[in-house]
């Protein structure tokens, strides 16, 4: 018994610090999970921003392209704001540019063409 003496408290102390130290590496995974979650579910809102200010930009669009060739103007919405500027390019093809900005702040931008009479889209590129 007198060989033993003074073992317990450093294996007790080494397994206490490994424990910690797995305990805080969870912790920090969990923590980079829920940013991840949130700039997703950001992204998400971002998107549906864009698809709303593209329908109400070929509405805009259709109701004032034989009377005005190009235009341009704003959309507000209630998680963000979308810019439209839009061009005649040829006689059957109209080209627009949509800047969506979330209220959280995350910008995204697409340059697309769409067909006049149909109101069809024909191209899309996004904008980075």
Do not use: C
């Amino acid at each position: 018994m007198k060989n033993e003496k003074g073992v317990i408290f450093p294996i007790t102390v080494l397994f206490s610090f490994l424990f910690l130290s797995l305990f805080f590496h969870v912790l920090k995974l969990y923590e980079t999970e829920v940013e991840l979650t949130k700039y997703e579910q950001q992204s998400y809102d971002v998107d549906s921003l864009m698809q709303m200010a593209v329908t109400d930009v070929k509405a805009q669009m259709a109701a004032n392209v034989p009377a005005n060739s190009a235009g341009k103007g704003t959309f507000a919405y209630p998680n963000g704001n979308a810019q439209y500027e839009w061009k005649q390019f040829t006689s059957n093809e109209i080209k627009v540019t949509v800047t969506v900005v979330s209220y959280e702040g995350i910008r995204y931008s697409a340059e697309f063409t769409i067909s006049f009479p149909a109101m069809e889209l024909i191209e899309w590129k996004e904008k980075y």
